[in-house]
């Protein structure tokens, strides 16, 4: 991992990839383990249906700093599903202030 | 400096590329833009938001200006990550036990 401000976590998961696809993208279900509260856009994007689904996050104290979460699932070789998480701080920024600074 | 400064310091991902680069270890300009498609004038520009954020410092070393990371920023940005990284096993936890809830 080269990324210095990215929060990067896997965990493996006793459950086909399918199964756990639903359970990260279909809201009714993301909500019984990632509560909307949390969320700026509940009903994410996905990047690559069936493997990759993106949400907005917004800190819930002063200064709610707001991040992006992506959800990357594989399947594992016992039938299970490795469940890759990557949080950062957005990549967007939503303020006018520094927009002179971004000429690169 | 603030949570919010440091955070839209960080937005971009050049400046986020910059940071991680740092991260490893301090260097002078030149150093920095190798192997970086960055003019020197934006370089110029991405260090001094960085430094006005407080996530990045130089040091003269004779002719040359060293830059490394600002101790103070990272803590910020190192608090943060920590926050997430005691958030989100809680989360898997609630998720796993979806999962066995879930029909096939």
Same mark, same amino acid.
């Given at each position: 991992?080269?990324?210095?401000?990215?929060?990067?976590?896997?965990? +493996?998961?006793?459950?086909?990839?399918?199964?756990?696809?639903?359970?990260?993208?279909?809201?009714?279900?993301?909500?019984?383990?990632?509560?909307?509260?949390?969320?700026?856009?509940?009903?994410?994007?996905?990047?690559?249906?069936?493997?990759?689904?993106?949400?907005?996050?917004?800190?819930?104290?002063?200064?709610?700093?707001?991040?992006?979460?992506?959800?990357?699932?594989?399947?594992?070789?016992?039938?299970?599903?490795?469940?890759?998480?990557?949080?950062?701080?957005?990549?967007?920024?939503? +303020?006018?202030?520094?927009?002179?600074?971004?000429?690169? | 400096?603030?949570?919010?400064?440091?955070?839209?310091?960080?937005?971009?991902?050049?400046?986020?590329?910059?940071?991680?680069?740092?991260?490893?270890?301090?260097?002078?300009?030149?150093?920095?833009?190798?192997?970086?498609?960055?003019?020197?004038?934006?370089?110029?520009?991405?260090?001094?938001?960085?430094?006005?954020?407080?996530?990045?410092?130089?040091?003269?070393?004779?002719?040359?200006?060293?830059?490394?990371?600002?101790?103070?920023?990272?803590?910020?940005?190192?608090?943060?990550?920590?926050?997430?990284?005691?958030?989100?096993?809680?989360?898997?936890?609630?998720?796993?036990?979806?999962?066995?809830?879930?029909?096939?």
């Amino acid at each position: 991992m080269t990324d210095a401000d990215a929060l990067i976590l896997e965990y +493996d998961l006793d459950a086909p990839p399918a199964k756990v696809w639903r359970a990260i993208s279909v809201p009714a279900l993301r909500d019984r383990w990632l509560p909307a509260a949390a969320l700026l856009d509940p009903e994410g994007v996905a990047v690559t249906p069936g493997q990759e689904v993106r949400y907005r996050m917004r800190d819930a104290a002063p200064p709610f700093i707001e991040s992006h979460v992506t959800f990357h699932i594989a399947p594992t070789e016992d039938g299970g599903t490795r469940l890759r998480i990557v949080h950062r701080p957005a990549r967007i920024a939503n +303020d006018n202030g520094h927009t002179l600074m971004r000429a690169a | 400096m603030t949570e919010t400064q440091i955070f839209k310091a960080l937005a971009d991902p050049t400046r986020s590329a910059i940071f991680a680069k740092l991260a490893s270890g301090g260097m002078n300009a030149s150093a920095l833009r190798s192997g970086m498609s960055i003019s020197q004038p934006a370089m110029s520009q991405h260090l001094s938001v960085l430094r006005h954020a407080r996530l990045v410092r130089e040091e003269r070393q004779g002719r040359f200006v060293r830059y490394e990371v600002d101790p103070d920023g990272l803590a910020v940005v190192a608090d943060w990550l920590a926050r997430y990284r005691a958030y989100w096993p809680a989360r898997i936890d609630a998720l796993k036990t979806l999962l066995k809830d879930m029909d096939l």
